[in-house]
């Protein structure tokens, strides 16, 4: 793709600089191209007067060598005259056109920036699996990649199930008390959208087993996110369609809270995560399990939230021995990071998710955790950072 559309993308090949950057000795301010011995010694009360023997723009060239005795008047960025080893800065003279002034020696032997100081020729620019951002589109341009081999944007599958659901444009059966909307249709899908991913919604599937066995058939995507229908109700149907289909379900629960009913699978080449049905669940099972898939599908590394160390505002109690991601709000309190829970933390409170920018992070081991006391948060949205393996 051109590199202008390529921000936030993860290059695909080594991008190997066919030049060195900058390919010439330049100035690093505007100033004076001399010879540190001419200058040698040079005051405000005793200066060194040079005659000025042209003047080198950036884009230009020198006409000639510099000689003992001489200076070229020149601006930053452009070619140092061979034979130049200082630039005087312009504060330091009189900023003559024809004779210069020198009236300090503080430059000698300095603001040049030598050939190839930024990239070596031959050397990688920007390597293979990087993030694209500003300066790296910058980067590649400097070494003439106007297009640029990226990995692709993974397609992402995302299908709901359950008569109870519909979409927000059939609100009215919500206010009817007849349906309530399927909230997971739309947060899955920023989720995926906002982890690098192309959304493919497959809508919402009623509680049938024809009717999964229809949307689930002949997919053409990268991963599929299934949401409900993986627990042990009656009418969760989803893993047994499944089977039929032909996937191999690997696992469909994991010890943690929320989000204990996960189902994993491979439907042929396709893989399949089964996320919870709760919303607070869905979510958070994306964030520790479908994330990370999805960054990897677009090709970065480091795909897992990196966690960080905070301290227990108030005591937490858990009442199952399962790994715990609380909702919190973590802040800065002059030492290091506070965290305090957003309220009460049930699987269908959404709102505990919307006032959180952190997932605090209980031990199945720490039935109770007093104030104070240090745990770790995987703090969510930009400000989190990330590591290639997970470090719960």
């Given at each position: ?35 540190a ?19 080198i ?178 009418f ?5 369609v499944l ?31 089964g ?31 990196r ?10 109690t ?11 709000v ?49 703090l ?13």
């Open positions: 793709m051109s590199v202008r559309d390529a921000l936030h993308r993860v290059l695909g090949e080594d991008a190997v600089s066919p030049l060195a950057l900058p390919p010439w000795d330049n100035a690093s301010m505007d100033g004076y191209a001399v010879l011995s001419d200058i040698a010694g040079a005051t405000a009360a005793a200066p060194v007067l040079l005659p000025v023997i042209g003047t723009a950036a884009g230009s060239a020198a006409d000639q060598p510099l000689g003992p005795g001489q200076s070229f008047r020149i601006m930053t960025g452009a070619p140092v005259p061979p034979g130049a080893d200082t630039v005087i800065r312009v504060e330091d003279t009189d900023g003559g056109d024809t004779r210069v002034e020198v009236r300090s020696d503080r430059d000698a032997g300095r603001n040049i920036r030598p050939r190839g100081e930024d990239v070596a020729a031959g050397a990688v620019a920007v390597a293979r699996g990087s993030p694209l951002g500003p300066a790296h589109l910058g980067m590649l341009a400097a070494v003439g990649m106007a297009r640029v081999r990226v990995h692709r944007r993974p397609r992402v599958a995302i299908l709901s199930s359950g008569d109870e659901l519909v979409d927000v444009e059939q609100f009215a059966e919500v206010l009817a008390g007849r349906r309530i909307v399927s909230s997971n249709g739309y947060s899955i899908e920023a989720a995926v959208r906002e982890a690098g991913g192309i959304p493919v919604t497959l809508g919402i599937a009623p509680d049938d087993p024809a009717a999964l066995r229809e949307r689930l058939g002949g997919l053409d995507c990268d991963l599929l996110l299934t949401t409900g229908g993986v627990s042990v109700g009656a969760d149907y989803t893993r047994d089977r039929q289909l032909g996937a191999e379900l690997e696992f469909w629960r994991v010890r943690i809270r929320p989000g204990a009913p996960l189902g994993f699978g491979m439907l042929g080449t396709l893989p399949w995560i996320l919870p049905g709760n919303p607070v669940s869905a979510l958070v099972t994306f964030e520790l399990f479908a994330r990370p898939a999805v960054r990897r599908f677009h090709g970065f590394h480091d795909v897992f939230r966690p960080v160390s905070v301290t227990l505002g108030e005591t937490i858990i009442n199952a021995p399962l790994t715990h991601f609380l909702r919190a973590v802040s800065p309190d002059g030492t290091g990071l506070r965290a305090r829970l957003t309220g009460p933390q049930g699987s269908g409170l959404l709102s505990s998710l919307v006032s959180a920018n952190a997932l605090l992070v209980v031990p199945a081991d720490r039935q109770s955790v007093p104030a104070g006391e240090t745990l770790q948060a995987l969510l949205g930009e400000g989190g950072q990330h590591s290639a393996v997970p470090g719960l």
